[in-house]
Structures are given as structure tokens and as C-alpha cells.
T-cell receptor
Framework: KNEVEQSPQNLTAQEGEFITINCSYSVGISALHWLQQHPGGGIVSLFMLSSGKKKHGRLIATINIQEKHSSLHITASHPRDSAVYICAVRLNNNDMRFGAGTRLTVKP | KAGVTQTPRYLIKTRGQQVTLSCSPISGHRSVSWYQQTPGQGLQFLFEYFSETQRNKGNFPGRFSGRQFSNSRSEMNVSTLELGDSALYLC???????????FGPGTRLTVT
């Protein structure tokens, strides 16, 4: 079993919809990252979380340390949000582990 | 501030050859991490350097090595290339080793 599980694998939404991507992990971590990867490969770090909730524009990320679960929410989705979203965890020994990614397509 | 740069962006090599990839971090960043991304395995951690010292290494064979220079620039080397080494190699820099990371555009390596 992968140490970091993401769901769903693929997600198609209509413009304006509220989107949730989930990440569960089974190891002890010092931080969790949400990454966005556009076609062509470039990766942007969206959030780094160790507790609670963070918001940046239309994006919200939450983490529940006790339940080992994090969610990434996108409000009022837009076609430019179409990308692969990757959950990554930094282990206590500083290693990084990655989820398989969620491919999001937002249709106009 | 200039972002993370990686050179070269694309590379084609033959099995058995070796390759060196370069990463220049954001000015002032002291930590550089390297990752491999393939369609089958996804993103995997290769190694992390901080102030010229390797802090951590992922589960890769000894053919994969790296180093960091005093100006924080980093190189990774893969010797005796195999077809399975074809991948996108990404580096990321951060100010400290547990800070938010900024990714470079990657080097796409194709081994034939």
C-alpha cells in the first residue's frame, strides 16, 4: 500500500463548481505539501501545512493530523485550474513521499 | 528574483553513458532537492543537499549521485544509464531544508 493515497485519480468539473481533492497518509510527517503540475511539467508549490487550514485566493487546504488526512478545495473552479494536483508529505527523517496525483479538468 | 533554473532542459543519451544535470537555486536558498518523475512511478525523491552536505537520499541505486557547491548550485550524475532512467528530473530549492520548495522546470532525459 502506498504511503500517500490521493482521491480521486481523475476529476472532471464544470466551470464554477466547488472541487475537493483528498489525501491520506500512513506515516509520521513533519509537513504536507500540495503541488500543482501543468502540462509541460512545471510544478508549483501551492501550500505547505503542518496543522489547521490555509487559504490562498480560491484555494483552501486543510489538514487533520490525528486522522492523517488533508483536503485541497478549489472554489469557483476555472478552466485554468486544469492541472495535476499532487499531495506530498515530508517524513520526520526529511524524506519526501508523493501521491500519484489527481488529474483535474475544468470544462467551460 | 530569478527562479530555479535547470540545464539542460532536454537530453538524449545512449544506454551505458553517463549524464550530469545542473540546478541553480533561487539566490539565497541553501537547500536543493532532486526528484525523478516517470509515468509509471510518479514523483520520487532522489536526494537533498543543504550547505554542501547531503542530508538525505532516496531509494535509488549508487549510479545516482549528486553534489552541492559552495554557491548552492547542485549537480546530479547518473552513470551507466539504463532505459528506465528516462524521466523528468526536477530540482527544487528552499531557504532552509524544511521550508516551502520552489521547483525548476526540469530536465527531460531520454535514454535510447
Amino acid at each position: 500500500k502506498n504511503e500517500v493515497e490521493q482521491s480521486p485519480q481523475n476529476l472532471t468539473a464544470q466551470e464554477g463548481e466547488f472541487i475537493t481533492i483528498n489525501c491520506s497518509y500512513s506515516v509520521g510527517i513533519s509537513a504536507l505539501h500540495w503541488l500543482q503540475q501543468h502540462p509541460g511539467g512545471g510544478i508549483v508549490s501551492l501550500f505547505m501545512l503542518s496543522s489547521g487550514k490555509k487559504k490562498h485566493g480560491r484555494l483552501i487546504a486543510t489538514i487533520n493530523i490525528q486522522e492523517k488526512h488533508s483536503s485541497l478545495h478549489i472554489t469557483a473552479s476555472h478552466p485554468r485550474d486544469s492541472a495535476v494536483y499532487i499531495c506530498a508529505v515530508r517524513l520526520n527523517n526529511n524524506d519526501m513521499r508523493f501521491g500519484a496525483g489527481t488529474r483535474l479538468t475544468v470544462k467551460p | 528574483k530569478a527562479g530555479v533554473t535547470q540545464t539542460p532542459r532536454y537530453l538524449i543519451k545512449t544506454r551505458g553513458q553517463q549524464v550530469t544535470l545542473s540546478c541553480s537555486p533561487i539566490s539565497g536558498h541553501r537547500s536543493v532537492s532532486w526528484y525523478q518523475q516517470t509515468p509509471g512511478q510518479g514523483l520520487q525523491f532522489l536526494f537533498e543537499y543543504f550547505s554542501e552536505t547531503q542530508r538525505n537520499k532516496g531509494n535509488f541505486p549508487g549510479r545516482f549521485s549528486g553534489r552541492q557547491f559552495s554557491n548552492s548550485r547542485s549537480e546530479m550524475n547518473v552513470s551507466t544509464l539504463e532505459l528506465g532512467d528516462s524521466a523528468l528530473y526536477l530540482c527544487a530549492s528552499s531557504f532552509e531544508d524544511r521550508d516551502e520548495q520552489y521547483f525548476g522546470p526540469g530536465t527531460r532525459l531520454t535514454v535510447t
